[in-house]
């Protein structure tokens, strides 16, 4: 990880200062890379928690995807890119801003990573020097009238005691069913177990502290698993489920002799698919309805892509499980490059997660509209 910190005097106001550096109309008066608005966040604002943004490096030939994750009117502004390519790690910035006698006082952190140090390193420098040139001609501009603060209050922090237990609940019952299932040699134990690990990596990011509302995160999960457990029933009592888990499951209990891993690999497939194109827009959607509705569901959308790496953790534990004749042959590949590349790879040939994930929570807020 590379971090650098710049600083720059401004002869305006903060609120003047908070317009030039978060809303793209004003960005790419100084800007040396070329900003977009995908979505508004908060109160359909720039400078929303949540907002979407589309960021053009010089040269047009790379682009960074933005949300924007904190943000305290006239302070402080947090984003992350969360979509820089397969061999991006992360880059996140935090702009501060400090009120002095003859107008304010900018202070811009940045924090990289690539899979390579020496990546790291060259494009760290290369970024600095395209900052400093920005904010060169940013401290020349004459300012724009200052922004308006956002009616929006932030949330509190909430006890997620009685959410993690009930979330641990859940949890243990998930296990229990994968436990069942490996028992009678029934192959749905395979995506049983993953959906186990799906969850116990919700409940770990919440405990790491890695989001900014656990509670949601935790209320999630008995949701999740109403869906998914409902259709399991189903299922296995030869009753109607819904069609993405009616074809989920039948292609998990499918075998193949001469290619074992071949039915798993597409049992697990077709159950991710269900559970994120079928049951996360109506879960969150639900959820927020139900316990959330006087927030601003876009509020949320940081957290929920910070859990994108929970699917890569939990089918690598189960990649750990299988026995060496279920393990798709290029597992021994996968094992040597970064977690990220290999996802990428795989969803240019298959499902790509990241891509449902996305267009789930924007059906959700599509729901809840």
């Known amino acids: ?86 061999a991006l790690l992360d880059h996140s910035g935090r702009q ?73 609940q859940v949890l243990a019952f998930q296990r229990a069913t994968a436990d069942r299932l490996a028992a009678a040699d029934d192959p749905k134990q395979w995506f049983a177990r993953v959906y186990s690990y799906v969850t116990d990596e919700m409940i770990g990011v919440c405990d790491r502290g890695d989001v900014d509302n656990p509670d949601w995160v935790l209320a999630l999960i008995p949701v999740f698993d109403e869906y998914y457990m409902r259709n399991l029933v189903a299922f296995e009592a030869g009753e109607a489920c819904e069609p993405m888990w009616q074809r989920a499951w039948s292609t998990c209990e499918r075998r193949d002799e001469r290619k074992p891993h071949l039915p798993v690999v597409k049992g697990l497939v077709s159950g991710v698919a269900a559970h994120i194109d079928a049951d996360l827009p109506r879960a969150i959607s639900g959820l927020h309805l139900a316990a959330f509705a006087d927030r601003d569901l876009r509020e949320f959308r940081p957290d929920y892509l910070r859990l994108a790496p929970v699917f890569s953790a939990a089918s690598d534990r189960l990649l750990d499980d299988l026995p060496r004749s279920h393990k798709p042959w290029w597992t021994g590949i996968a094992a040597r490059i970064h977690p990220q590349i290999r996802d990428a790879l795989i969803a240019r040939q298959g499902y790509d997660v990241r891509r449902h994930r996305f267009t789930a929570f924007r059906t959700a807020i599509d729901l809840t509209s």
């Open 1 to 86: 990880m590379t971090l650098f910190q710049l600083h720059r005097d401004l002869r305006c106001s903060p609120e003047q200062a908070w317009t030039m550096l978060t809303d793209p109309e004003h960005m790419n008066r100084w800007s040396t890379a070329r900003i977009e608005l995908r979505e508004p966040g908060v109160g359909d604002r720039p400078d929303g928690v949540g907002a979407l943004r589309t960021v053009t490096l010089p040269g047009g030939r790379a682009r960074l995807r933005e949300v924007v994750e904190r943000s305290d009117f006239a302070r402080s502004f947090d984003y992350r890119v969360y979509d820089g390519g397969p």
């Open 96 to 168: 501060e801003i400090a009120p002095t006698s003859a107008g304010c006082t900018l202070t811009w952190t940045v924090q990289m990573q690539l899979v390579s140090r020496a990546a790291t390193s060259v494009l760290a420098k290369r970024v600095r020097g395209q900052v400093a040139d920005s904010l060169d001609l940013l401290a020349g501009l004459e300012p724009p009238a200052p922004a308006t603060a956002p009616v929006v209050e932030r949330r509190r922090p909430v006890d997620t005691t009685d959410s993690r237990r009930a979330a641990m």
